[in-house]
């Protein structure tokens, strides 16, 4: 069974799932009026692009050393720099390890506040790309958890849209970091003194 997850996780790694172009952004698609997800956008043609649809904000989930994000910031795109376990460019040790990582609660904590910060859609205040390397994997745990945070959507709805969106559930710290992300509970409104016996 270890050696099929391990497979499995490497074959993840290597981006197996199909890679389409949209004005040069990978994996392009639109998944509120305010925000789509990609892969790493690598050309000024893909920002310029992201920029014309009107992206003001940047969240990268991958590391510097699979794509820059410095041609966002040449086009007035506001870059917020969040890398998450596994990297495309590790070795395979390292390839084997990500497989099992959990991303840092802290990170995934800073995710949720400004997927709830994309959930808000303020008119003017301009759109969002979420994007990791391929597209697929982080770029899938983020906006499966927007789904959740911003759409009101069920964990199993919006884990069903991250799998048809090319997510590998056999990165298993990736899978577990979803599984376990919850919603806080609202708190109980007190009751009035008039419902009081």
């Known amino acids: 069974m270890i050696p099929r997850i391990v497979a499995a996780g490497l ?11 949209n004005h040069g952004v990978p994996n392009l698609h639109q998944v509120r009026p305010n925000a789509w997800r990609s892969g790493q956008p690598m050309t000024a043609e893909a920002w310029k692009y992201l920029a014309s649809l009107g992206v003001k904000y ?12 410095d041609l966002a910031a040449a086009q007035g795109i506001t870059v917020f720099y ?3 376990e596994p990297s495309t460019q590790a070795g395979l040790v390292d390839s084997v390890v990500d497989v099992f990582a959990v991303p840092d609660p802290a990170k995934i904590a800073q995710i949720r506040a400004l997927l709830a910060k994309i959930g808000e859609d303020r008119l003017g205040d301009g759109g969002w790309i979420i994007h990791c390397k391929n597209g697929h994997d982080r770029t899938g745990l983020a906006v499966g958890m927007l789904r959740m945070v911003a759409d009101g959507w069920d964990k199993h709805h919006a884990f069903s849209e991250m799998l048809d969106m090319g997510y590998h559930p056999e990165l298993i710290g990736l899978d577990r970091a979803f599984h376990d992300f919850t919603l806080p509970t609202p708190d109980p409104q007190p009751s009035s003194a008039k419902d009081a016996p």
């Open 11 to 21: 074959l993840a790694q290597l981006g197996c799932s199909t890679t389409s172009y």
């Open 58 to 69: 940047d969240l990268k989930l991958d590391f510097d050393d699979e794509g820059s994000d």
């Open 82 to 84: 969040l890398p998450i």
